[in-house]
T-cell receptor, first 113, second 112 residues
Framework: DGGITQSPKYLFRKEGQNVTLSCEQN?????MYWYRQDPGQGLRLIYY???????QKGDIAEGYSVSREKKESFPLTVTSAQKNPTAFYLC????????????FGPGTRLLVL | SQQGEEDPQALSIQEGENATMNCSYK?????LQWYRQNSGRGLVHLIL?????REKHSGRLRVTLDTSKKSSSLLITASRAADTASYFC????????????FGRGTSLIVHP
């Protein structure tokens, strides 16, 4: 089965804690993305990567960090500097540098304890 | 920054009726895409229309694009309760990056 997976489905963060959201794809896509979605809102781009070992900040990168050590994986760390992390996080992948479809994972809901 | 904006924000119809939602954008685009999101789930791609196309069909979906008005519409014909979801348009900017920008979406409820 080809697809994009995210884990965990739900994640709880304590004050001052860093947490990491996992995103894996087996679609052989070069490009991967992280979006944040707040209730009733559209998607806002956090970070994206168009090739291994390279990534770019999106519109709301502050308080987040990413790595792209493998083509299949693009983990997102929500750091303690992100003061309002409660949101639904979506990972996507696509063919790089082509105006084509994005494929989305099922999302991770992050809640603050 | 928001490129596409959907209208209306919410739409409530009866099963069997048609649903029309619109997307307006600000700058020239290469293509426009429509996505669907069921509550608490990821987005699913519905249809892509390129800037040199005016209309596209996929099953019960019909998408139009008017580049002179910088707008697109998504028509769902003979709606079903299973069509209940949020619908988003995504645009990229001509001459810019290939990263699509999403609007806030239209929430569609189809009553059985």
């Amino acid at each position: 089965d080809g697809g994009i997976t995210q884990s965990p489905k739900y994640l709880f963060r304590k004050e001052g804690q860093n947490v990491t959201l996992s995103c894996e794809q087996n679609l052989n896509h070069d490009a991967m993305y992280w979006y944040r979605q707040d209730p009733g809102q559209g998607l806002r781009l956090i970070y994206y990567s168009q090739i291994v070992n390279d990534f770019q900040k999106g519109d709301i990168a502050e308080g987040y960090s990413v790595s792209r050590e493998k083509k299949e994986s693009f983990p997102l760390t929500v750091t303690s500097a992100q003061k309002n992390p409660t949101a639904f996080y979506l990972c996507a992948s696509s063919i790089a540098n082509v105006q084509e479809t994005q494929y989305f994972g099922p999302g991770t809901r992050l809640l603050v304890l | 920054s928001q490129q596409g904006e959907e209208d209306p924000q919410a739409l409530s119809i009866q099963e069997g009726e048609n649903a029309t939602m619109n997307c307006s954008y600000k700058t020239s685009i290469n293509n426009l895409q429509w996505y669907r999101q069921n509550s608490g789930r990821g987005l699913v791609h519905l249809i892509l229309i390129r800037s040199n196309e005016r209309e596209k069909h996929s099953g019960r979906l019909r998408v139009t694009l008017d580049t002179s008005k910088k707008s697109s519409s998504l028509l769902i014909t003979a709606s079903r309760a299973a069509d209940t979801a949020s619908y988003f348009c995504a645009t990229d900017q001509s001459g810019g990056s290939y990263i699509p920008t999403f609007g806030r979406g239209t929430s569609l409820i189809v009553h059985p």
